[in-house]
């Protein structure tokens, strides 16, 4: 439901977890965060870029800031957190508010879901990703000696407020990292919004808060729906992983940014959709154009062999099967368990 708000269009989005209630508030603000948070015992978990550019605007309570980046998912990080909290005099009736991207939602979801068995929590997501990707669904993972997100729990959070004003500070690598999950959820899931993004490129890439604000809220809608019919990942959830299986091996072995990978991971699922006799020539290459209109790569100089190892050691499956997410059209993905062999296959040819 849309409502007028100060001319912001505000979109509340619930999900029903087995942890309780989540709220996802497609155009709120973060200077009317203090109206979802408790008057006292609230604590904030932030990085560096963010407080550089929001601070003034945070609520008044104590802040923790971290070092951005995926090395702060780690657990020296958390211990020093979770002793600032003991520090700071948190306890079990304290709330925890992660105010960033991907990286401080996971830490403050993780540290709070861990601290004294578990206190409350909410995020303002303030990257594209996050809004669309990280925040959503109670997953909430850290790193353990090279693994990601192997250590974590599935526990939402309250709230998530995604500020689609502040992606206008967001630097444009990351801004292009987020609009390859946006173009993720299009294609398995969502037609109309694939030609959204084909008809409105340039108010998108000039993040003119209403298209963003649809593509946003698009997005949390896809997402959300998906995580409340499988919240803890058995069957409709692995559409999510589209393009991630190969990306992700990409993302491992090239060091590349997760949005790029997961570019070529999706230029690879569809083309090997296309090789499989499921989705049209056409399709593919209008998903291409798609692709390189938001900057993203469809493909990159590649050891494919090496890659391949890399995914099916992430697999860790038995080595002769894998599930496999491709596309019949734009707009709707399936699940197929394909032979290991048909893939390698392929991918020594894409
Ligand atoms: P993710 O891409 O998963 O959101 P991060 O949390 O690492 O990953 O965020 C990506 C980078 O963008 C980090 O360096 C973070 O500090 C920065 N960042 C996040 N939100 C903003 C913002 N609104 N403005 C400027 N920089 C931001
Ligand atoms: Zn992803």
């Not at 942890?19 to 560096?48: C, N, W």
């Not at 948190?90 to 578990?118: H, K």
């Not at 000039?206 to 809220?217: G, Q, S």
């Not at 997410?325 to 062999?341: P, Y």
């Amino acid at each position: 439901m849309w409502e007028r708000d100060n001319e912001v269009c505000m979109d509340n989005i619930t999900i029903q977890g087995k942890s309780g209630i989540s709220r996802i508030m497609v155009g709120e603000s973060l200077p009317a965060l203090s109206r979802h948070i408790p008057a006292t015992g609230v604590f904030i978990i932030t990085d560096k870029n963010v407080a550089a550019h929001y601070h003034s605007e945070f609520p008044d309570f104590p802040v923790y800031v971290a070092e951005p980046g995926e090395e702060s998912k780690d657990f020296a990080v958390m211990t020093k957190i979770w002793h600032w909290l003991l520090d700071q005099g948190a306890d079990r009736s304290s709330f925890i508010v992660g105010i960033g991207g991907g990286v401080v939602c996971d830490l403050a979801g993780f540290v709070a879901s861990t601290f004294m068995r578990g206190i409350p929590f909410g995020f303002v997501a303030t990257s594209l990703l996050a809004q669309v990707d990280a925040s959503v669904g109670g997953k909430n993972g850290v790193n353990l000696g090279g693994y990601k997100n192997i250590i974590g729990t599935f526990t939402q959070p309250e709230f998530v407020i995604c500020d689609t004003s502040m992606l206008k500070t967001l630097p444009d690598g990351e801004f292009r990292n987020g609009m390859a999950e946006v173009i993720k959820h299009a294609l398995i899931r969502d037609a109309d919004k694939f030609d959204f993004l084909k008809n409105h490129r340039n108010e998108i890439l000039n993040r003119e808060r209403e298209a963003i604000n649809h593509i946003v809220n698009r997005s949390v809608n896809i997402k959300a729906g998906i995580v409340q019919a499988d919240e803890l990942e058995r069957g409709e959830r692995r559409l999510l992983n589209f393009g991630h299986t190969w990306g992700h091996a990409v993302e491992k072995e090239n060091k590349i940014p997760h949005g790029q990978a997961v570019s070529i991971g999706m230029a690879f699922a569809a083309s090997l959709s296309v090789h499989l006799g499921n989705l049209k020539e056409t399709e593919l290459n209008d998903i291409h154009l798609l692709l390189q209109e938001y900057k993203l790569p469809l493909n990159m100089e590649l050891d494919k062999n090496r890659v391949f190892d890399t995914l099916l050691r992430d697999k860790k499956k038995e080595k002769d099967k894998m599930n496999f997410v491709l596309l019949k059209t734009i707009g709707k993905a399936f699940v197929k368990e394909m032979d290991t062999d048909v893939i390698k296959e392929f991918a020594l040819t894409f």
